[in-house]
């Protein structure tokens, strides 16, 4: 052993030596000031030190709703190398193992034609809003039993935040960010939620969909929750007319005009239901007794079959509110005299 190799091994000792003193006092730094409380404190020291893993039974679904306006968009790019080893990303990229992601935010549950996905997923109703991915990618078994995606999850929030928030920017046109209401409700969710016990899983989830209905994106959403009085308030009676176009194939809406198919349609908003005499209603409408309030039309409109059984309007409805909004201030310009908004 010449003088040399000698000094590499002092130097490797002496090194070994110093690596450890170093995590000692790292550990101890970190653990030390926590000593008196439950053993969760022991995760940043682990992490820092690169060994014990924190029990995965003990992580919690926290909402990452009030982190994505913050999110750090490279920390997210750099934990999707773990995705990479199934999903590509950029626009037209090839399925691997997993489906292409581009645009996955704000998509539907199968948002890339031509990929093989379980049932888990394609049946699945509703959108890749931000608090479903969020749960997904916290356990994506737990969000849709029987996927293919064999992932443990992101057990950090701040993780699941910052790639969620890079996944959005993916996209043609990436959905918006949650508003300051959807940040509040997830924020009320989550004080309200009760600390982790019997089943914390499940009730978090639970309380954050709500929010995440909120969150989902921008104005689609928001006229969904949007009560009916301020989306009449925002509609516009000029793309109603445009969507009563449908509606003209039965229904004559000019002032002393015939009816067709369907009874005349002047001056209906506030009529009473079934308001012409010279037309042969259903039992069904005919039934109804009441007036056509905005409300009132507003359900019909949703699905004619649903609000009166057996009507003889076969129209299939409007399931959108912003245009059911839009045509019923298209109606009530039909009118000598408008009834004022709700
Ligand atoms: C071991 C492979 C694998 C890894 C790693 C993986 N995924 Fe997946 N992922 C899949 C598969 C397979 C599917 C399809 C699941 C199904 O059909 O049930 C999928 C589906 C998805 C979907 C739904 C896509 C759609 O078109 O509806 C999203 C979103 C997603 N993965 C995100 C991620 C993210 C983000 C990561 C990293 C944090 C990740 N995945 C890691 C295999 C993987
Ligand atoms: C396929 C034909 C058809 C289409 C399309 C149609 N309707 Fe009708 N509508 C009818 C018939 C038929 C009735 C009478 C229903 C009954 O007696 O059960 C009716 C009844 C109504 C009534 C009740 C009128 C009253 O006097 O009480 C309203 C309001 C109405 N339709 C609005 C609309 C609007 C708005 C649209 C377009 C969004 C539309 N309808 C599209 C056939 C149609």
Redesign the pocket.
């Known amino acids: 052993m010449n003088s040399f190799e000698l000094n590499k091994m002092i130097g490797a000792i002496l090194l070994g030596g110093f690596v450890l003193l170093l995590s000692s006092i790292l550990a101890g730094k970190l653990v030390v000031p926590h000593k008196s409380e439950s053993p969760a404190v022991a995760v940043p020291a682990g992490e820092a030190g690169g060994q014990a893993t924190a029990p995965a039974a003990e992580a919690k679904l926290e909402s990452v709703i009030p982190l994505l306006a913050t999110a750090d968009l490279a920390a997210g790019a750099a934990t999707f190398k773990k995705c990479a080893a199934c999903h590509t990303i950029e626009k037209g990229g090839p399925n691997k193992i997993g489906p292409n992601l581009w645009g996955v935010v704000g998509g539907p549950h199968d948002h890339m034609p031509g990929f093989a996905y379980s049932d888990a997923l394609k049946g699945k109703p509703g959108t890749w809003d931000y608090e479903g991915l969020n749960t997904w990618l916290f356990s994506p078994k737990a969000y849709a039993p029987g996927t293919k995606m064999s992932f443990a999850g992101l057990k950090s929030v701040k993780d699941r935040a910052d790639v969620i928030a890079w996944l959005r920017t993916q996209a043609d046109t990436p959905v918006p960010l949650p508003d300051a209401a959807a940040v509040e409700a997830a924020k009320a969710a989550a004080a309200a939620a009760p600390a982790p016990a019997a089943q914390p899983e499940a009730t978090t989830t639970a309380a954050t969909t709500g929010a995440a209905a909120t969150a989902a994106a921008g104005t689609q959403t928001a006229a969904a929750t949007a009560a009916l009085p301020d989306l009449l308030k925002a509609a516009d009676p000029a793309a109603g007319e445009k969507?009563?176009a449908?509606?003209k194939?039965?229904?004559d809406l000019s002032k002393g005009g015939p009816n067709k198919?369907?009874?005349n349609?002047w001056d209906?908003v506030g009529a009473k239901?079934?308001?012409?005499d010279n037309?042969n209603?259903?039992d069904?409408?005919k039934g109804l007794g009441g007036q056509?309030t905005y409300e009132n039309?507003n359900k019909?409109?949703t699905k004619p079959k649903d609000y009166?059984p057996g009507?003889?309007?076969?129209?299939p409805g409007?399931p959108k509110p912003e245009d059911r909004a839009a045509?019923i201030a298209y109606?009530r310009s039909l009118s000598d005299s408008p009834k004022p908004l709700p």
């Open positions: 969507i009563a449908k509606c194939a039965c229904h198919i369907g009874p349609l209906i239901q079934a308001h012409l037309f209603y259903s069904a409408v056509w039309l019909f409109l009166a009507t003889k309007m076969t129209f409007l045509v109606l």
